[in-house]
């Protein structure tokens, strides 16, 4: 199965990527929405990249890389009653909320701006840049994916 690439934002008071080097690996829990839940539970596989994006934050963008380290499990704070993630439907027979592990990969010396991925006529399609497009785990066709890297000056 050919390599799949991702987007995947977080904002930085959360959890940044400088967080993720620290920690190394971490899972992507807290995703409540059913189309993010789906592409980590369905289509997300070990070694797949991720473009780690910053929002809510000055400047906006992708900060770095990450990979994904394990595939969808059930997310364990939907049984933890004392989070805010905790879901009464789910039972550990029949879990509601998936999530995947991610890994670090690096760092960009500087971010890909959202402004920066706007003003690319060859990332006029990439999610992101779409009106309305909100969602925090987003596919990324695999020239996108090397575009943002060039811009990055990121050798992999």
Same mark, same amino acid.
């Given at each position: 199965m050919a390599k799949k690439y991702w987007l995947m934002k977080s904002e930085p008071d959360v959890f940044s990527i400088d967080d993720l080097k620290k920690v190394k690996k971490e899972p992507w829990d807290g995703v409540r929405n059913?189309?993010?839940?789906?592409?980590?539970?369905? *289509?997300?596989?070990?070694? &797949? %990249?991720?473009?780690? !994006?910053?929002?809510?934050?000055?400047?906006m963008g992708v900060y770095g890389l990450a990979t994904v380290s394990k595939e969808a499990f059930? *997310?364990?704070?939907?049984? &933890? %009653?004392?989070?805010? !993630?905790?879901?009464?439907r789910a039972t550990k027979e029949k879990p509601v909320w998936y999530c995947v592990e991610v890994a670090y990969e690096g760092h960009f010396a500087e971010p890909v701006t959202l402004?920066?991925?706007?003003?690319?006529?060859?990332?006029?399609?990439?999610?992101?840049?779409?009106?309305?497009q909100r969602l925090s785990i987003q596919p990324v066709k695999a020239n996108e994916f090397k575009c943002v890297l060039k811009m990055a000056g990121y050798k992999k």
């Open positions: 059913y189309q993010a839940r789906n592409f980590m539970m369905k *289509d997300m596989k070990l070694g &797949d %990249e991720i473009l780690f !994006y910053h929002s809510r934050t000055k400047p059930p *997310d364990p704070l939907q049984f &933890d %009653e004392k989070s805010k !993630y905790f879901e009464k402004e920066a991925i706007k003003a690319e006529p060859k990332l006029s399609d990439m999610a992101v840049v779409q009106k309305g």
